[in-house]
């Protein structure tokens, strides 16, 4: 079965820190994974999404992501936190075979410290 | 920028009442999704219509849950009689076709709260 794992629940960092945030994935084929963040009370905004091609991509606000297709995952990277950067952060599979309805991670809760 | 819009942002409810929200996708956005994110985990897939058509709702609670988007525009999401458990953020998503590679647009959500 279709899965995202996202092993921490918080991370917290000082700001100007680097940040990776980490997910894994159980999908049987090629799979297109996507960020999103989450503030307070708020719905999701994709930071990022891979389909194909290289492996590293950029996405919005200084994000970054790599997929490495040998160990399942597509960990999340920036290297300089700034506060507003604190929020919710959800991993997610499209199932392409299933409507393109996505799968998430649990997510990861991100605080940054002054 | 055209956004996905939903209603009521907050609802309060008694259990054993009926609730519905409303959802208005992207202008021209053929598929609409509607997933429910209890606290504390990600979201998870409720129903997805094709235009009108329901494409997956297996993990919809059909004997209180039910949804429709009749002209293949806006959606109503209803559950009737809800209990403590439906208490989650309820939100909205739509994209230009059902492709994974097509991205989704979030709407706000509407949070319930079930007493």
């Known amino acids: 079965a279709q899965s995202v794992t996202q092993p921490d629940i918080h991370i917290t960092v000082s700001e100007g820190a680097s940040l990776e945030l980490r997910c894994n994935y159980s999908?049987?084929?090629?799979?297109?994974l996507f960020w999103y963040v989450q503030s307070p009370g708020q719905g999701l905004q994709l930071l990022l999404k891979?389909?194909?091609?290289?492996?590293l991509v950029q996405g919005i606000k200084g994000f970054e992501a790599e997929f490495k297709r040998s160990q399942s995952s597509f960990n999340l990277r920036k290297p300089s936190v700034h506060w507003s950067d604190a929020a919710e952060y959800f991993c997610?599979?499209?199932?392409?075979?299933?409507?393109?309805?996505?799968?998430f991670g649990q997510g990861t809760e991100l605080s940054v410290k002054p | 920028e055209a956004e996905v819009a939903q209603s009521p942002r907050y609802k309060i409810t008694e259990k054993s009442q009926a609730v519905a929200f409303w959802c208005d996708p992207i202008?021209?956005?053929?598929?609409l999704y509607w997933y429910r994110q209890i606290l504390g985990q990600g979201p998870e897939l409720l129903v997805q219509?094709?235009?009108?058509?329901?494409?997956?709702d297996s993990q919809l609670p059909k004997d209180r849950f039910s949804a429709e988007r009749l002209k293949g525009v806006d959606s109503t999401l209803k559950i009737q009689p809800a209990e403590l458990g439906d208490s989650a953020m309820y939100l909205c998503?739509?994209?230009?076709?059902?492709?994974?590679?097509?991205?989704?647009?979030f709407g706000p959500g509407t949070r319930l709260t079930v007493l």
């Open positions: 997610a599979v499209g199932i392409y075979n299933q409507g393109g309805k996505l799968i």
């Open positions: 219509f094709q235009d009108e058509s329901v494409v997956d």
């Open positions: 998503a739509s994209s230009w076709d059902p492709g994974s590679d097509n991205e989704q647009f």
């Open positions: 202008s021209g956005h053929a598929t």
């Open positions: 999908y049987g084929a090629t799979p297109y």
């Open positions: 891979y389909f194909s091609g290289d492996t």
